[in-house]
T-cell receptor
Framework: RKEVEQDPGPFNVPEGATVAFNCTYS??????FFWYRQDCRKEPKLLMS???SGNEDGRFTAQLNRASQYISLLIRDSKLSDSATYLC?????????????FGAGTRLAVHP | NAGVTQTPKFQVLKTGQSMTLQCAQD?????MSWYRQDPGMGLRLIHY???????DQGEVPNGYNVSRSTTEDFPLRLLSAAPSQTSVYFC????????????FGQGTRLTVV
């Protein structure tokens, strides 16, 4: 089982739609959680951190459920520019070193 | 402010050749790391460093070497390229701790034939 699992998609949605991505992680000792965005053939960039209380940044809302070990990302009023791959990232101490574990990503395609 | 700079952007190697991927950051970050990204898989950690003179192995270190002689530079060396090393390689740096924002270079697309 992968340490961080995501639905690979693609999610094809029209502009203005609301779309939600989920991510599950296997290590209950995971300490920090993030969503990164990766455009096609580009480097990943931090979208937002995920806090236990949930957090919002404009049209983006991230939630963490520690009991069920899943993280979600909600995008409201989708724009064409939101088309990208969204990477769920988990941080924990494992194998003797702190590390970031990246999910394989969920691809979003927003169409007119 | 350039951030994290990786070179080259593209490279084709023959099996058995060696090469060095360069990575430099100008943000004075102590933490640097190398990842590889393969289709259908998340980024996997190859090697990492928590400061000049300190390096350690990540999840998939075999076939790669690193060194960290300065805070700014963290080159990745492929000792004897194999087709299994065909991948996209990313260098990243973090300020202070691993669970802070990671800044990535633009990536190197490596093909080994």
């Amino acid at each position: 089982r992968k340490e961080v699992e995501q639905d690979p998609g693609p999610f094809n949605v029209p502009e203005g739609a609301t779309v939600a991505f989920n991510c599950t992680y296997s290590n209950s000792a995971s300490q920090s959680f993030f969503w990164y965005r990766q455009d096609c053939r580009k480097e990943p960039k931090l979208l937002m951190s995920v806090y236990s209380s949930g957090n919002e940044d404009g049209r983006f809302t991230a939630q963490l459920n520690r009991a069920s070990q899943y993280i979600s990302l909600l995008i409201r009023d989708s724009k064409l520019s939101d088309s990208a791959t969204y990477l769920c990232v988990v941080f924990h101490l494992a194998g003797g070193y702190n590390k970031l574990i990246f999910g394989a990503g969920t691809r979003l395609a927003v169409h007119p | 402010n350039a951030g994290v700079t990786q070179t080259p952007k593209f490279q084709v190697l023959k099996t058995g050749q060696s090469m060095t991927l360069q990575c430099a950051q100008d943000m004075n970050h102590e933490y640097m790391s190398w990842y590889r990204q393969d289709p259908g898989m998340g980024l996997r950690l190859i090697h990492y460093s928590v400061g000049a003179g300190i390096t350690d192995q990540g999840e998939v270190p075999n076939g790669y070497n690193v060194s960290r002689s300065t805070t700014e530079d963290f080159p990745l060396r492929l000792l004897s390229a194999a087709p299994s090393q065909t991948s996209v390689y990313f260098c990243a740096s973090n300020f202070g701790r691993w669970n802070t924002e990671a800044f990535f270079g633009q990536g190197t697309r490596l093909t080994v034939v």
